[in-house]
């Protein structure tokens, strides 16, 4: 009976592995886990949009005391400030195109926050809406555009705003309708 020995190569490149895997293993950790703690304090550190905290804020126009609710009511959403549950249509026009009433324009009120905003239906398929409140100024709070049937606009405080809401029929014809406002502060 004879033996034969054969070299382990692969016994020796194993261990080799093992040897550089244990050495790398705890300084790739150490990396990941700075990098984690600097990024993390990059994220705390930096400061909060004021548009996000009063989103992230648990008070909505709803909620707040009468003195607030300009501050959290103006250019607010109705919906995610708590005032479309018990709003009320105070106007309503056709949209016409024509003597076809292609659409309905509203403005609404909630009687717990004391604010108003605009409401359209298109009764056209597949049409785009917008609507526009000049009260909001001219940025991003005071026109929208929706390729959905229904749009709304964000609210204002204690003043009825003057409302106008258009179908996009094509390219170049938007038909609108339009709701003048009343200021009750006045």
């Not at 550190?45 to 909505?60: D, N």
């Not at 009468?66 to 026009?93: H, L, M, W, Y």
């Amino acid at each position: 009976m004879s033996t034969t020995c054969v070299p382990s190569i692969s016994l020796s490149f194993r261990s080799r592995a093992s040897r550089w895997t244990r050495l790398l293993l705890p300084g790739l950790l150490f990396v990941v886990t700075v990098s984690l703690l600097f990024l993390g304090s990059l994220l705390f550190l930096t400061p909060t949009p004021p548009s996000f905290a009063r989103a992230a804020s648990f008070e909505t126009c709803a909620t707040v005391p009468p003195r607030e609710k300009p501050t959290f009511c103006n250019g607010a959403d109705p919906i995610q400030g708590g005032c479309a549950s018990d709003a009320e249509t105070v106007t309503e026009e056709p949209i016409l195109d024509g003597s076809e009433q292609i659409g309905l324009a509203q403005m609404r009120h909630s009687p717990s926050c004391n604010t108003y905003w605009g409401r359209g239906f298109s009764f056209l398929s597949g049409k785009s809406m917008t609507v526009f409140i000049p009260e909001l100024g001219t940025g991003g709070n005071a026109s929208f555009l929706s390729t959905t049937p229904e749009i709304y606009s964000n609210m204002i405080y204690a003043t009825i705003p003057t409302v106008t809401i258009g179908i996009i029929i094509g390219p170049t014809r938007v038909v609108l309708a339009t709701i003048p406002g009343v200021n009750l502060r006045a």
